[in-house]
């Protein structure tokens, strides 16, 4: 039978990295991507941050306890889509056969690799990671095996901005000591079950009676769990298929106790899960709104129409309507808005009209977006134009960043990936060569 293999390329601390290759500055410093409000949480921690404790999906309060010195940035995704995009690219390059799994890692199973000795899939790996690193400056970390749960595992092996080729012959060398959790599909309670058992790593689950499996786990996780931990992983690498829906979340740093603030809230979230929307050339036929109150109860509505909408004020006042029948007593933490019920090519025809919506009063606090979306120009205002993290650009001394400001001064550190370090200077906050700039521009 001819070997089988499978690539799994992961970028490394993918949004950190980012921020460290065009702000030169922080290269070799700790920094935590995310929101900025008391309730986010980490997108992203650079190795520097992750020493100290911090990691992804932290709140960020206790990132910063771990990391007091870190900088602290906002995500800036269209600069990470852009570099996603190169990296894709180089992927699809390297195989025709790749399954994109999120913004920063893919599967891949190049049919040139067929029957390859490990030492040919080293130099595979080895060029595809020089190539990544070639065209956006970032590191990567590959790992191959015989399947997609080797490959992932390897990659993880592999990290930071490494290369991990498992050979057939080593497989069970490297499965048994490894924690049954690392396995797909072992999330808590199966591990707590396992752990019940006495079973603790995937070299004690695979030595398991099949029949004893199912009892703990049931007929097909427990067969598929235990085919990954003897190595058997026959599942193909193929491309996923268009998403079912686009959404965005935002939660507050003060529950809202306005309707009014609701709503503007509400218009917000349905515009970002527009923007998504409308940039994959689609409309949707459901709008879902889900609110979280103070005390963390749940509750959503739905509405779906028989023909789809990319109207945006069609959008949100029908999601502005679902949102007073979803808002319970007392104050609101979280509010997110869903469009599903995709269809391409958006037709003309849009949801039944629905009556205006009363103007919104500001939120009750600032709103950190959970799409962490760039900050658009109408969103400065008088009382603070500009917080940490802002792209701007000067005519003088060209594309910088933020780095602090307040008492009518903003200090800004003028650099791109290009430039090496810049020089920090102090302006006026409203200095009218001073002006918000695309986060691409720091790719230069």
């Known amino acids: 039978m001819t070997a089988r293999w499978v ?36 997108a992203g921690a650079s190795y520097q941050a992750r020493a100290f404790g911090a990691r992804s999906a932290m709140p960020m309060g206790q990132a910063r306890r771990l990391c007091p010195h870190a900088v602290v940035l906002p995500a800036r995704f269209t600069l990470y889509k852009e570099l996603s995009s190169r990296v894709m690219a180089i992927l699809a390059d390297a195989s025709p056969v790749l399954e994109p799994v999120s913004i920063d890692e893919a ?69 048994d000591p490894l924690p049954v959790r690392s396995l797909w599909g072992v999330g808590p309670v199966a591990e707590a079950g396992l752990r019940k058992l006495g079973v603790h790593t995937i070299g004690q689950l695979a030595a398991m009676d099949l029949r004893e499996v199912h009892g703990l786990l049931g007929t097909a996780i427990g067969t598929e769990l235990h085919r990954l931990a003897r190595g058997i992983d026959e599942r193909p690498v193929a491309p996923r298929g268009a998403a079912k829906q686009v959404s965005a979340e ?15 809230a509400v218009a917000r979230m349905t515009e970002a899960a527009h923007r998504r929307l409308v940039a994959a050339g689609r409309a949707a036929r459901t709008v879902t709104v889900k609110v979280r109150s103070a005390d963390f109860t749940t509750s959503s509505r739905s509405e779906t129409s028989t023909v789809a909408s990319a109207d945006l004020a069609t959008l949100t ?27 391409d090519d958006p037709p003309p025809a849009l949801f039944e009209p629905a009556a205006a919506e009363p103007a919104a009063e500001p939120a009750a606090g600032p709103v950190e977006p959970a799409e962490q979306s760039t900050p ?39 650099e791109t990936r290009s430039t090496g370090p810049g020089k920090a200077r102090t302006l006026r906050a409203d200095d009218p060569d001073l002006s918000r700039a695309d986060p691409l521009g720091s790719l230069a």
């Open 7 to 42: 690539l799994h390329l992961d970028m490394d601390a993918f949004f950190a990295a980012a921020e460290q290759l065009t702000r030169p500055t922080l290269r070799e410093r700790p920094v935590l991507v995310g929101g900025l409000g008391p309730r986010a949480v980490v």
């Open 107 to 175: 599967f891949l199973e190049p049919p040139a690799l067929a029957g390859a000795s490990p030492q040919e899939v080293e130099r595979f790996g080895t060029r595809l990671r020089a190539d990544v690193r070639a065209a956006t400056g970032l590191p990567a970390s590959v790992g191959a095996g015989s399947g997609k749960q080797l490959a992932k595992i390897a990659s993880e092996l592999a990290k930071p901005d490494g290369l991990r080729v498992i050979a057939p012959e080593e497989e069970r060398a490297v499965l």
């Open 250 to 264: 935002t939660t507050f740093d003060t529950d809202l106790t306005a309707m009014t603030a609701v709503h503007d």
């Open 317 to 343: 006042a029908v999601a502005q309507r679902l949102a007073r029948a979803a808002v319970p007593e007392g104050g609101v933490r979280l509010i997110g808005v869903s469009l599903a019920g995709l269809t």
């Open 376 to 414: 658009r120009a109408d969103d400065r205002s008088a009382e603070r134009p500009w917080r940490p993290g802002d792209d701007v650009t000067h005519p003088e001394y060209g594309h910088g960043w933020v780095q602090g400001a307040g008492h009518g001064r903003v200090t800004v550190r003028f």
